[in-house]
């Protein structure tokens, strides 16, 4: 079984100082990981993804994630914070060949501050 | 904007009537997916569709059906509504099965209210 669980259910932190989402996984086999953003009021949109390849991926709008086996964890970063990240971020676990059945954790709301 | 389109954005009904929520994927794309959104139970998967055929099931009620049509548009049906199906309806598509990419993208959403 898949299963993802975000550390912590709102992070709040200032304007221009790093972003750190945590999120630890449990999978029986090689796992495809990603981040998933979404808006107030929009869809969720990739933030970057995990497929066996470089374990430091790099995403979308500065936001960078590390694949670390040993600690089971794909925590997402940002070194400085903008006001536009303000959102609910999605970690995401999925098994190759399990087509779109994405198992979502239950977000991290980012607040912002100026 | 992901290209993917969903009708209505908004729907506020009864309980024990039935709806129908319609996606447009994006161009090109075949496979089709439809997710919950709900305050307690977070975002679940329901059903994959692929080129007409369904592909995947998940936790989707015996209440709701779905279906893709030749043009690749899908159709979520709800059926015998109750309070707890308040929710927003996601539709994502892919090119392909989506597999271990996780290269959904997503409509901005549906929202049920069931009164």
Redesign the interface.
């Given at each position: 079984a898949q299963s993802v669980t975000q550390l912590d259910s709102h992070v709040s932190v200032s304007e221009g100082t790093p972003v750190l989402l945590r999120c630890n996984y449990s999978s029986s086999y090689s796992p495809?990981l990603?981040w998933y953003v979404q808006h107030p009021?929009?869809?969720?949109?990739?933030l970057l993804?995990y497929?066996s390849a470089a374990t430091l991926v790099k995403g979308i709008n500065g936001f960078e994630a590390e694949f670390k086996k040993s600690e089971t964890s794909f925590h997402l970063t940002k070194p400085s914070a903008h006001m536009s990240d303000a959102a609910e971020y999605?970690c995401?676990v999925?098994?190759?060949?399990?087509?779109?059945?994405?198992?979502?954790?239950?977000?991290t709301e980012l607040s912002v501050k100026p | 904007d992901?290209g993917?389109t969903q009708t209505p954005k908004h729907l506020i009904t009864a309980t024990g009537q039935r709806v129908t929520l319609r996606c447009s994927p994006r161009s090109g794309d075949l496979?089709v997916?439809w997710y919950q959104q709900s305050l307690d139970q977070?975002?679940?998967?329901l059903i994959?569709y692929?080129n007409g055929e369904e592909?995947?099931k998940?936790n989707i009620l015996e209440r709701f059906s779905a279906q893709q049509f030749p043009d690749l548009h899908s159709e979520l049906n709800l059926s015998s509504l109750e309070l707890g199906d308040s929710a927003l309806y996601?539709c994502?598509s892919?090119e392909v099965?989506?597999?271990?990419?996780?290269?959904?993208f997503?409509?901005?959403?549906s929202r049920l209210t069931v009164l």
């Open positions: 495809s990603f009021n929009k869809g969720l949109q990739l993804k497929t999605f995401v999925s098994r190759y060949n399990q087509g779109g059945k994405l198992i979502f954790g239950q977000g | 992901s993917v496979s997916y977070g975002l679940q998967f994959q692929y592909r995947a998940g996601f994502a892919s099965l989506a597999g271990g990419t996780g290269e959904l997503f409509g901005e959403g």
